[in-house]
């Protein structure tokens, strides 16, 4: 019997996951053929093995304010489904601003919605990757030239799990730290000759 209970926890517990922020993603493939929607899409896929990596889809809605109720809505709706939710209050009506979910794959989904003070015009971003998005960034120097790397891309484009990553940059930052020592040596050598002269 405990058998029984534990498994039908568990698919419904996986229904309830995959139907995760389907109505917001239904309202987006409604857009699809809408005039007053503008949208538009990223795609990025692992240059090996062609599979998506991350894609975001944007949309701009413009004086229609049926629509945008209907993706305050749709917000509402997986409000319970939303491992992360941010929002605000203004004379007491609740607005939705951004939703993060994990789906049944694993896939993490970040929703974000903007609205304009008439509730008539939107900016939607709907973004699903197979690694959680993060913020930080990693810098290198070299020639004196300065890249930035997120970390969603030196995952996804070298196929690495997180702590792989984090081994990655602890390897950059140390070779990194023996160049800026021996360039503090070059420079202080050069100062000293300098001076000696």
């Given amino acids: 019997m405990k058998r029984v209970l534990i498994t039908i926890t568990l698919l419904i517990g996986t229904i309830l996951m995959s139907n995760a922020q389907e109505s917001i993603k239904a ?10 929607v503008e ?6 896929k692992d240059p090996q093995t062609k599979k998506v990596q991350n894609s975001v889809t944007t949309l701009k809605i413009t004086d229609d304010p049926n629509l ?20 605000s209050i203004k004379n007491g009506v609740s607005t939705p601003s951004s939703y993060k979910f994990l789906d049944r794959k694993g896939n993490y989904i970040s929703c974000t919605i903007s609205i304009s003070e008439d509730n008539a015009s939107a900016s939607v971003s ?3 990757s197979p690694n959680k998005p993060g913020n930080i960034s990693l810098f ?6 300065i890249s930035s790397y997120g970390i969603d891309s030196i995952i996804s484009t070298r196929g690495m799990n ?12 140390e070779e990194r ?21």
Wanted: hydrophobic share 35%.
């Fill in 126 to 128: 709907y973004r699903e």
């Fill in 27 to 36: 309202v987006i493939k409604k857009c699809e053929k809408i005039s007053s």
């Fill in 140 to 145: 290198t120097s070299g020639r004196g030239v």
């Fill in 162 to 173: 997180t702590d792989e990553w984090i081994e990655e940059v602890r390897k950059i930052l």
């Fill in 68 to 87: 945008v109720k209907e993706f305050i809505a749709a917000f509402e709706k997986e409000k319970d489904n939303a491992y992360s939710i941010s929002g």
């Fill in 177 to 197: 730290k023996k160049e800026i020592n021996e360039m503090r040596e070059q420079l202080i050598d050069e100062v000293i000759q300098k001076i000696e002269k």
């Fill in 39 to 44: 949208m538009s899409y990223i795609i990025n």
